[in-house]
């Protein structure tokens, strides 16, 4: 497995593209679909509109020694894709846990990359997590599906706070054992 030498996580093979830690030239990719209100909405802490410098702020928080999180992007660009397709992270919880999150660009949406890029993270298991758990949006069915067809398991409801919407959201929680 290579390593990158600011975040020292690894990069992940998928299918059609790589999983690999951002880095400061994705500023651009990220900023045109982070700013898109679709994928805003579909997640917890993106704002719209994006302010000015976030996406600088994102990359270095991912670039930090004591980050909360491990963000991949989802690199096409040696298949012939996009070079950021969307961004998938995981985030340490105690107890051999992680919680993985991911969104993909509306450009990409049902073409199949989430599903792929939360499969290749299940299987590389970065964190050596024993269990992983995943929270969508109860209004967004397409991410349900990424993780049911993943093997994750229906947990409950929950709810999260949406930046973008400015409103506390219910949620579904889904979980899958790694190991034992």
Do not use: C
């Given at each position: 497995?290579?390593f ?9 093979q ?9 880095r400061?030239?994705d ?5 045109l679909?982070?700013g898109?209100?679709?994928v805003a909405?579909a997640?917890?802490a ?8 976030a ?8 670039q930090?020694a004591?980050?909360d999180?491990?963000?991949w992007?989802?690199d096409g660009?040696?298949?012939?894709l996009a070079?950021?397709l ?13 919680e993985i999150?991911?969104?993909v ?12 890029a939360?499969r290749?993270?299940?299987r590389a ?11 969508v ?18 947990l ?5 706070f949406s ?11 889904y ?6």
């Amino acid at each position: 497995m290579i390593f990158d030498t600011i975040t020292n996580l690894p990069t992940i093979q998928a299918r059609r593209f790589i999983l690999r830690p951002l880095r400061k030239s994705d500023a651009g990719l990220l900023e045109l679909h982070m700013g898109d209100e679709r994928v805003a909405r579909a997640t917890a802490a993106i704002a719209h509109p994006l302010p000015p410098g976030a996406t600088e702020a994102y990359i270095a928080r991912a670039q930090r020694a004591d980050r909360d999180d491990d963000i991949w992007v989802m690199d096409g660009s040696a298949s012939g894709l996009a070079e950021v397709l969307g961004v998938v992270w995981l985030t340490r919880m105690d107890r051999d846990q992680s919680e993985i999150n991911f969104w993909v660009a509306p450009a990409f949406w049902n073409a199949g990359i989430a599903s792929e890029a939360v499969r290749a993270m299940i299987r590389a298991n970065p964190h050596e997590a024993r269990t992983m758990f995943a929270e969508v949006f109860q209004d967004n069915p397409a991410s349900a599906r990424v993780v049911t067809n993943a093997g994750f398991e229906y947990l409950g409801d929950a709810e999260a706070f949406s930046v973008a919407r400015g409103v506390t959201v219910p949620t579904w929680t889904y979980v899958k054992k790694l190991a034992d």
